[in-house]
């Protein structure tokens, strides 16, 4: 069965200070893989996606995150976090060919402070 | 454009009861699916529908169902509710089942 896992349950930073959030995932076909943000009180938002291509994709706000196939990783990554940036970050995969089911992990808690 | 909706907010039913929840997708979006989100969890797929067809169903028991809408609305029922439902339930909506999934703000349901 598919899974997600993030490693880091709760991030806290600074402002300025980079960040890395991990994110693998198990499942041994093709897969479409995204990062969703939800900041306190607000829906769940996309932030990225990545399909194929450039393993390295951009996202809103400064955000990125790298596809490694061989790891069965797609880690979020920026350089220099902002007191906005504080929300929950969940990593999600789906199936290029089974693709009803959205799996997410448990997600990250990230607490930037001024 | 508006996103999606779902409607009620917040409900609070006692155990044994039936709970309705409902969704209205972006206007185009013809899938529709819905998670379960426990406290510190992430989101647990439920169910998708696609073109008003279950395409998809988790591992959840009998007591959840769905159904899709000519005009792609959906509702989920939940019947004999359980202590252990209560959770916020999200909708979502795409244009098919892989692309980027779309969130509504999510019904918070207490079970008493």
């Known amino acids: 069965a598919q899974s997600v896992s993030q490693h880091n349950h709760h991030v806290i930073l600074s402002e300025a200070a980079s960040l890395e959030l991990g994110c693998n995932y198990s499942?041994?076909?093709?897969?479409?893989l995204f990062w969703y943000v939800q900041y306190p009180g607000q829906h769940l938002q996309l932030l990225l996606k990545y399909f194929s291509g450039d393993p390295l994709v951009k996202g809103i706000k400064g955000f990125e995150a790298e596809f490694i196939k061989s790891k069965f990783s797609f880690n979020l990554r920026k350089p220099s976090v902002q007191w906005s940036d504080t929300a929950e970050y969940f990593c999600?995969?789906?199936?290029?060919?089974?693709?009803?089911?959205?799996?997410f992990g448990t997600g990250t808690r990230l607490q930037v402070f001024p | 454009d508006a996103g999606v909706t779902q409607s009620p907010t917040h409900l609070i039913k006692t155990r044994g009861q039936h709970v309705t929840l409902r969704c209205s997708p972006i206007?185009?979006?013809?899938?529709v699916s819905w998670y379960q989100q426990v406290l510190g969890q992430g989101p647990q797929f439920i169910f998708q529908?696609?073109?008003?067809?279950?395409?998809g169903r988790g591992n959840f028991p009998d007591r959840f169902s769905a159904r899709q809408f000519p005009n792609y609305s959906s509702e989920l029922n939940v019947n004999a509710l359980l202590l252990g439902d209560s959770a916020l339930y999200l909708c979502?909506?795409?244009?098919?089942?892989?692309?980027?999934?779309?969130f509504g703000d999510g019904t918070r349901l207490s079970i008493l």
């Open positions: 979502a909506s795409s244009l098919q089942g892989n692309q980027p999934q779309h």
């Open positions: 499942y041994g076909g093709t897969v479409n």
């Open positions: 206007s185009g979006h013809k899938s």
């Open positions: 999600a995969v789906i199936s290029v060919f089974n693709t009803d089911k959205l799996i």
């Open positions: 529908y696609y073109e008003k067809e279950e395409r």
